[in-house]
């Protein structure tokens, strides 16, 4: 039951980016559409998990160990971009055009606060490793679902007429601001 609140909580109550406000700029930049979302969350959701089992690892075993936590920083830096190297070479082999459309933003998943929040989040919240992986896991998931309902309504957005001052991110940050809202309805269920 504790795995299952943990996913419910990473997903809707504090999602990474609609309550916590952490990997915002690939949030905005790759969400004009489903199929760019979609690619963006999954090569989130890869880098994510891994570099929590890697972090968590290197944290409880490296760094505490040799009472030089003080590298955590530094370290967890240097394991997400090598993920994210990683990931970009299977997404230049496997389907170039994703790699395409995700353009600068993939090699930002690097810097994404996001990622390196959630790595140090488990950490703070004294998880387990599995605790770790599902927290992970559950946040790439609400990070994908929070860019899936943005591209979506960016879509549809395209078909209306919207005065030229709000086309693009002015009328992104708004629906941003009202899906946030609306995710803190969220906040009384766990």
Same mark, same amino acid.
């Given at each position: 039951?504790?795995y299952?609140?943990i ?5 809707? @109550?504090?999602? =990474? ?10 949030? *905005? #930049? /790759?969400?004009?559409?489903?199929? $760019? ?19 968590w690892?290197?944290?409880n ?9 003080f ?10 971009a090598?993920?994210?190297?990683? @990931?970009?070479? =299977? ?10 459309? *995700? #353009? /600068?933003?993939l090699?930002?998943i $690097? ?8 790595a ?9 490793l ?11 998931l ?14 549809q ?19 941003? #601001? ?13």
């Open positions: 039951m504790e299952i609140i996913i419910i909580s990473a997903i809707f @109550v504090n999602n =990474i980016v609609l309550a916590q406000f952490l990997g915002i700029c690939p949030f *905005l #930049g /790759v969400s004009s559409k489903i199929k $760019t979302s979609l690619g963006m969350g999954g090569a989130v959701l890869f880098v994510m998990t891994l570099a929590t089992i890697v972090t690892l290197i944290m075993y490296i760094l505490m160990k040799f009472n030089i936590v590298m955590q920083t530094i370290a967890y830096i240097l394991v997400i090598a993920l994210v190297q990683m @990931v970009e070479i =299977i997404l230049k082999k496997i389907s170039p055009s994703l790699y395409q459309a *995700l #353009g /600068v933003f090699p930002l $690097t810097t994404n606060c996001a990622i390196l929040g959630v140090i989040m488990v950490i703070q919240k004294n998880y387990d599995l605790q770790s992986v599902v927290f992970s896991i559950g946040t790439a609400g990070f994908t679902l929070a860019l899936i309902i943005l591209a979506g309504i960016r879509e957005l395209e078909k209306l007429p919207i005065p030229s001052g709000m086309k693009g991110v002015p009328v992104a940050l708004v629906v941003a #601001g009202i899906l946030a809202l609306a995710f803190m309805g969220f906040a009384g269920l766990v």
